[in-house]
Structure formats: structure tokens, C-alpha cells
């Protein structure tokens, strides 16, 4: 109990620095700012720019993204597309496996692909949609008027003990055998095991980029499944996304489209690889 309660910590604490900066942003944004031509100017691009800082491992940044968006400082087409690049733990997992440098680049690049362009379709349609909303201050009654460090830290805070006991219990999960039963669903692995891996990415924790990674060094999972698994892992945005946003609806119609992006590329992807084959 000592390992998984030290484990949570540290993965929170890590997590706090990103906090901080994405609600200095939102504070600066909101009181400095306060203007939405230069959002209309950079929301363009956004999908582009957010798919290529996701690409930054840890989730930190997939963090980032929710808070902004939560404040409608960045579009929709941007946040899934930072959602669906996103690495987290994967990338400094197969460099310390000395996995070759060319499957690296092709895994990060489909990735990065696929999320922008999935981010540019959904800006076509629902640019109009987002506007920007800074309800996060008055809604946790923080003030923030009276001293921006304070706010940032308030909000960062309020976050980050919810994050902890998640990354408790869900530690806790992991720690007693859950990854056992994993290996043994996937073993017989076939072209629609991303139903699986797609399923296992959603989890608001580091652990499951983990566990997808190593199905995929240790057990011979296909590179669809991998990736599958891999463009629904973003890490604890999505946490952060049901803890901040208040319209459930839209937190719902996000997590389906992050998680039929990543079950159909990862089975489109295993069809591909058989064929070539």
C-alpha cells in the first residue's frame, strides 16, 4: 500500500507543474487579454500546433489543453486533436527498450495524422460552436480578482487532490493484478483487438500507456492494436475534462469520438498489415 500511495503522489506531483501553467494561461487570457481576435487569428491552425505539442511525452500537456478548452480558449478540433497524439509514458518506454528509431517516427507520425486531421474535420463543422466561456472562476468561487497567483493556485489545488485519488485507486487496481488479466485477453490477438486496447487507453491514468506499450513488446500485439490503444490514452485530460466541464453531454460525445477514432484506425490499421502481408 506504501509503493501505491508514493506511486500516486508522484504521478501527481508531476502533473502539477502543467497545472500551474495552464491556469496562469486562462488567468492571463481572461484578465489581460480579454479579447477574441487573437484567438480567431491562431484557432486556424490550432488542430496542426496541438497535434504537434502532443507529441511531447507525459500527459502534461493533454492537461494543458483540457483547462483551456474548458474556457473555450481552444477549439474542440484542437483539444481531440492533442487528445489523439498524445504519448504519454509510450515514448520513453520504447526508447528504453531500444526499439528502432523508424518504428518510433511511424508510430508518433500516424498518430500525428490522425489526430490532426480528425481535429480539422470536427473545426469544420463546429468552429461555430466554441465560444469562449471564463465560467471556471465563478463557478469555484475563487476570486480571482483580487490576486491571479492566488487563483492559479486555488484552481491548481482543486485539481490536483481530485487527480491524486484517482491515481490512488486506480494505482491500487493495477497494483493487485489487473495487468495479468490483460495479458491473458489480448493473447490471442486478432484484427479486432482495439475493441480492447481502445477501451484500456480511456483509462485517466499513466499505467494504461504502460501496460498498451508493454502488451506490445512483451506479447506481440499488432501495431494497429497498439496504436489503437494509443490515440485514446490521454493520460488525465479526460479526468480533468468530467472534473471541470460542466455540460456532461459534450464530455460524453468527446470520449465517443476519441474512442471510435481509436477502434477504427487500430482495425483499419491490422487490416492493412495482413494484406501487405
Known sequence: MQEVFIDGLIDTIKLIPFLLLSFLII????????????????????????????MIPQCGFASVATNLYVTRIISLGTLV????????????ILLGENVEISLILRILGIKLLIGVCIGFLIDLFYRNKNKQDYSLCSDEHCHCEKSLFKSVVHHTLNISLFILIINLLLNMIFHYG?????????????IFAPLVTSLIGLIPNCASSIIITKLYLNFG????????GLLTNCGVGLLILFKSNKNMRENINILGII????????ILINIIEILIK
Open 221 to 228: 500485439i499488432s501495431i494497429g492494436s497498439l496504436i489503437g
Open 178 to 190: 489487473l495487468e495479468g488479466y490483460l495479458n491473458s485477453i489480448l493473447l490471442n490477438n486478432n
Open 27 to 54: 488567468e492571463l487570457i481572461e484578465h489581460k487579454l480579454k479579447s477574441n481576435k487573437l484567438l480567431v487569428k491562431t484557432g486556424k491552425f490550432g488542430p496542426l500546433i496541438g497535434g504537434i505539442l502532443g
Open 259 to 266: 474512442y471510435f477514432v481509436g477502434l477504427l484506425s487500430g
Open 81 to 92: 486533436a492533442i487528445y489523439l497524439s498524445t504519448s504519454d509514458e509510450m515514448l520513453p
